[in-house]
């Protein structure tokens, strides 16, 4: 019985000193975080509310469904991809960038009539090699993350 009393007491001290240790840590974050000093961020005006259509992209580039199952969903054509920056164009649309429409916020800055965001997502190398030379021959502007 001894034995067993001894076990129980080293189980429930051990218990105590990880509580313990809890919850010092927790005081010790509370503590630094409330050190933090965040940035001000100036509230939205009730009034500025925008609507900016978003086309993500993930790949511009020639693919067969049959060898890239996955990335054949994800890839535009180049041969699409400036068919659709044409139409941008010819309708009057006009690219901006994250950071223009974060300016507009801020700022009394209007945005353009029609605008929009094209984004690149991942970074792919098509990126370089295929969008980026037809995004300068229409004068668009993107966002490659």
């Known amino acids: ?7 129980r007491y080293s189980i429930i001290g051990l218990v105590l000193i990880i509580f313990l240790a809890i919850l ?3 005081t010790q974050t509370k503590t630094e975080i409330s050190k933090i000093q965040t940035p001000e961020i100036s509230p939205l005006r009730p009034q500025s509310s925008v609507h900016v259509p978003i086309l993500m992209y993930h790949y511009i580039r020639e693919v067969d469904p049959r060898k890239d199952y ?3 969903d994800l890839s535009v054509s180049s041969k699409k991809f400036e ?3 044409a139409w941008l164009q010819k309708n009057n649309y006009t690219t901006i960038t994250l950071d223009d429409i974060v300016s507009a916020w801020e700022t009394d800055i209007p945005l353009p009539k029609k605008p929009v ?6 970074g792919y190398d098509d990126f370089f090699s295929t969008a980026y030379p037809l ?8 966002t490659a993350y």
């Open 1 to 7: 019985m001894k034995h067993g009393s001894t076990t």
């Open 24 to 26: 010092i840590a927790k």
């Open 70 to 72: 996955l990335g054949a």
């Open 83 to 85: 068919e659709q920056l």
């Open 117 to 122: 965001i094209l984004t690149f997502y991942d």
């Open 135 to 142: 995004l300068q021959k229409y004068s668009t502007k993107a």
